[in-house]
């Protein structure tokens, strides 16, 4: 009996805001169109965020309704692509998931976004040496990454050049391909 109030609530508040809170999450997606890539930069971010979202997320939970996804719901999923995916791969494919509950939350479909704070998780990257705790990265000192920039200047200087400002800037590929001469002191 309590489920029946619940959905009698549920379609009652439907009909005062406007919105369906009985819609999937594939739904959603498809009825909000690129609403949740505003602000991304389309050329590089987006498709990345694109593609987590259609090729991860959607598979995981996109037959569950959006107000019924939790954030434990949202952790094992996450759980289980620990075990396959890298932190990167991960972390873009939260990140639109995030932005579309957004979408939902202004859409009054959902209260809170159960997502906002999964995208802090650590996704097994931090070792914990004692009392504190390392950061582990791909590229682990200076001496590797010169390794590896003059492997790419083998092919051709430009690559070398690329791979250090990248790395050394913090930059994404798309933000030094970006770069000009003038640009750097």
Partial sequence: MAEVEAFFTQMKTATETGSDTTITLVEYVNSIGARWK???D???TAELYD???RSR???????IKVANI???MIDRTIDRWE???????IKNSIAPFV???DEAT????IAINPAKHRARRSFNKNISRGTGTLRTHAIPDLATLTKLAEACARIHQSYSDHVMLAALLAARGSEVSGLLVGDID
């Fill in 38 to 40: 505003r602000g991304l």
């Fill in 42 to 44: 389309l050329t590089s």
């Fill in 51 to 53: 593609a987590g979202l």
């Fill in 57 to 63: 997320v959607l598979p995981a939970l996109g037959h």
């Fill in 70 to 72: 939790g954030a434990g």
């Fill in 83 to 89: 075990t396959d995916l890298s932190a990167s791969t």
């Fill in 99 to 101: 932005r579309v509950l």
């Fill in 106 to 109: 202004r859409d009054d479909i």
